[in-house]
């Protein structure tokens, strides 16, 4: 009898909970470039649309995609996975993760250019 009210009690306290916010989606090519970001780059930068970077040194990925041209976030990309980059050791990608990567950015950058 207690296990029962117990469940009851949980079951009715999961339904008065916040719905949790949908997660974007930008495509399935950019999906795949945000969960590779998600594990290889969360850790310093902020990767979404709002939020800071853990590491202040590091830019948050919508500023990168606002302030660099797809042929420099290409080359930096490219670079990191070869050679790292100031503080960043080298974080191996295949070119099609990279293209994901890339593709990503750009719907970042769509989602969160000014409004005029």
Not at 17 to 25: D, F, G, N, Q, W
Not at 40 to 46: P, T
Not at 72 to 81: G, R, Y
């Amino acid at each position: 009898m207690r296990v029962l009210a117990v469940v009851l009690l949980m079951a009715g306290l999961a339904g008065c909970a916040a719905p949790r916010p949908e997660r974007v989606s930008y495509g399935p090519e950019a999906d795949a470039g945000r969960a590779f970001v998600a594990r290889a780059c969360a850790g310093c930068h902020a990767i979404g649309e709002t939020g800071r970077s853990t590491d202040p040194a590091s830019p948050p990925f919508r500023v990168l995609a606002q302030t660099r041209s797809p042929e420099q976030l290409q080359a930096a990309l490219e670079a990191v996975a070869q050679h790292g980059h100031v503080q960043m050791p080298p974080i191996y990608s295949t070119p099609d993760e990279r293209d994901h990567i890339l593709r990503y950015l750009a719907a970042l950058k769509l989602r969160t250019a000014p409004r005029t």
